[in-house]
């Protein structure tokens, strides 16, 4: 799909400037309660048209949780909550409200009630680690505390709405075993051949051609350099090196504290976009945010077991909740950060203020203003963006943008918004600067794994878009405001954490394989290493080819 230069314009000018107040970090441990209850942490969301070749009828959600996991975080690993609903909320047509929604409901358990025994002497007893032997398939017998789950279409409200169960397209039923995590070497030899047979080609409910799911550890792809980030900004966040900013930090993965490092549990689901979008759509936009939600009352068991740790009772609530990147972690206030979490789309308009005058550029201002003047000699009153309100954000944040992903509908609601009618970027000619790097098929139209979004929202925060800017190769003054309202603008602001497509996977899942926990040392080079890691396999793709067709849901 082609747009006109108007719509090229508008687009960018909109671009994440709903991340004027958030520069750094996605949301990991952003709000208090869910620092409580890590399992239900929900740290990113991707939403894109699929880009692995033969598969551009479909679209792809990859919803995150369970941050910063240690690969060697034993003897228990990363098990998700089995207490808790995990879904992923598709709204069709603008009104803040789900037509779809993918319930993921977990389950651990003991393989014979016990897990894995070893016999001593006269007694037969359980073990106390979660294996005992390598693991290299699904319902391994030498892994005894193992996972599964179900997934859930729901068509209208999610409480309420029509159910009817995802199914393995193979003959596997409606439970999926989730991988074991990537204990190590020694454990699973070769994790990315393990891995590829827990992905599974599945019947979705009202589509005539089969879709594609994956749920297990990944590697963290949001690239950031959190904890600097976090100690007051203890960086000059200005691109640097030869010819760049006198002391402005360089590109280099040593900077990043999750990718090669971290690793997530990803809920990844590939549906044909027609059955995304449905019928009666209007212009082919789509919202999409992601929550999970716990029983209203939980009780500890005096005398648990492993099963019966908690009694719960109760109505479901909602504990956590996202949609674009970064928004609890440093856009909304501390007294708001878990309202947000339990808030639905249709209660965002209380919170519009946060969008409207950000905080985060009056922070840099403070940090920076002073080192800026003395080191460019200048005299500027203060570095952050003079144009508030910032009502192009509040179009971006909460509404989309017009000619680029604003839906039929426009009702003002936080969420990932995707034009699907727009055809995806092949890997290798992504920008990671998404729009504002002249790719329409990026952030904010949609998120991709490979999209800086660190990077583009600190600029943007700064004033880039008071400032021409490049479309088609020529420089367009977006109209949005003044270079005036933007001293620092044109600078090249930069946490110093890359990423791109190409140093992911080519295909579904997208992320790579998860970090192993042993060896050690393999593991430190890897952390150590400041060039792309590109030597794990690609998960193979699965038979089923876009050429199949689509239908609508």
């Known amino acids: 799909m082609k747009l006109a230069k108007l719509a090229f314009t508008t687009a960018l000018a909109g671009s994440m400037m709903f991340g004027s107040a958030a520069a750094f970090g996605s949301s990991h441990r952003e709000a208090e309660g869910v620092i409580e209850m890590p399992k239900v942490d929900n740290t990113d969301v991707y939403v894109f048209r699929s880009y692995e070749p033969g598969r551009e009828a479909f679209t792809t959600i990859i919803s995150n949780f369970y941050p910063l996991q240690e690969p060697y975080g034993g003897p228990n690993y990363w098990p998700l909550e089995e207490d808790a609903i995990y879904e992923i909320h598709v709204d069709q047509n603008g009104d803040a409200r789900e037509d779809l929604t993918f319930q993921f409901d977990f389950n651990e358990f003991l393989k014979n009630g ?24 699904p319902n391994d017998p030498n892994l005894g505390w193992d996972e599964d789950y179900t997934v859930t279409l729901i068509s209208g409200d999610r409480r309420t709405g029509t159910r009817a169960a995802i199914t393995n397209a193979n003959g596997g039923g409606e439970r999926f075993p989730k991988p074991f995590d990537n204990v190590g070497n020694k454990t699973i030899p070769n994790y990315p051949a393990y891995a590829a047979q827990f992905i599974y080609e599945v019947n979705i409910p009202g589509c005539a051609t089969r879709g594609r799911l994956f749920v297990g550890q990944r590697e963290e792809a949001f690239a950031v350099n959190l904890g600097e980030a976090f100690d007051l900004v203890n960086f000059v966040p200005i691109q640097g090196g030869p010819g760049g900013f006198p002391g402005g930090i360089t590109q280099s993965r040593e900077n990043d504290d999750l990718v090669g490092k971290n690793n997530i549990t990803s809920l990844a689901i590939e549906v044909p976009t027609a059955c995304l979008v449905g019928s ?7 919202g999409v945010w992601s929550t999970a939600s716990m029983p209203q009352t939980s009780v500890l068991n005096p005398n648990p077991g492993f099963a019966n740790r908690k009694q719960h009772s109760g109505a479901l609530v909602q504990v956590s909740r996202l949609g674009m990147p970064l928004v609890n972690e440093l856009v909304i206030g501390n007294p708001q950060k878990n ?39 200048t005299n500027i009153a203060n570095l952050a963006p003079s144009n508030l309100p910032r009502r192009d954000l509040v179009a971006a944040f909460l509404t989309g943008i017009p000619s680029l992903n604003q839906q039929a509908i426009v009702t003002p609601s936080e969420m990932i918004r995707l034009n699907t009618a727009i055809d995806p970027t092949p890997r290798e000619r992504q920008s990671t600067f998404g729009v504002a790097g002249d790719d329409l098929a990026g952030f904010p139209n949609g998120r991709r794994p490979g999209d800086d979004a660190v990077d583009l929202v600190l600029r943007v925060a700064m004033g880039r878009l008071c400032h021409p800017v490049p479309i088609n190769g020529q420089p367009v003054a977006l109209g949005l405001c003044r270079p005036e309202d933007a001293p620092v603008g044109n600078v090249p602001f930069t946490d110093g954490a890359p990423i791109s497509a190409t140093e992911l996977l080519p295909g579904f899942p997208y992320l790579r394989n998860p970090i192993p926990g042993s060896p050690g040392r393999a593991l430190d080079a890897r952390r150590n290493s400041t060039t792309p890691q590109s030597d794990e396999e690609p998960v193979p793709a699965t038979e089923a080819s876009a050429t199949e067709g689509t239908e609508g849901q």
């Open 280 to 286: 009666g759509n209007g212009n082919g936009v789509i």
């Open 339 to 377: 309202l947000f979490n339990a808030a639905m789309p249709t209660q965002d308009g209380a919170l519009a203020a946060f969008v409207t005058n950000p905080t985060f550029p009056a922070i840099l201002n403070v940090l920076f203003r002073t080192a800026v003047n003395q080191t460019l000699g």
């Open 114 to 137: 016990t897990g894995n025994t070893v016999t001593v002497g006269n007694q037969t007893l359980p073990i106390a680690l979660r294996h005992i032997g390598q693991v290299t398939r």
